[in-house]
């Protein structure tokens, strides 16, 4: 199992803060295409993955990166300031 957390325009879009889920997915790249597969409300958060960083385990991570390990992901638009 892995908690999945969402955050800003990610969570309005999805409609939930996190989830648990069981996945077999090796990378983020795989979990998404799992999630995508899911509902409209997923695919629709996750249309443009450009538009998006992602944490694993409150560290910032490729969408490339493995999940072998992981507990924890979040997904979050890029964050600005100044």
Not at 12 to 35: C, F, K, S, W
């Amino acid at each position: 199992m892995i908690d999945v957390l969402y955050f800003a325009w990610v969570r309005e879009r999805i409609g939930l803060p996190r989830e648990r889920i069981e996945t077999r997915a090796a990378t983020v790249n795989d979990l998404v295409a799992e999630l995508i597969a899911r509902e409209d409300r997923y695919a629709a958060a996750f249309a443009d993955t450009s538009s998006l960083r992602v944490a694993l385990d409150q560290e910032l991570a490729e969408f490339d990166a493995p999940l072998a390990g992981v507990r924890e992901v979040a997904f979050f638009p890029p964050m600005t300031g100044g």
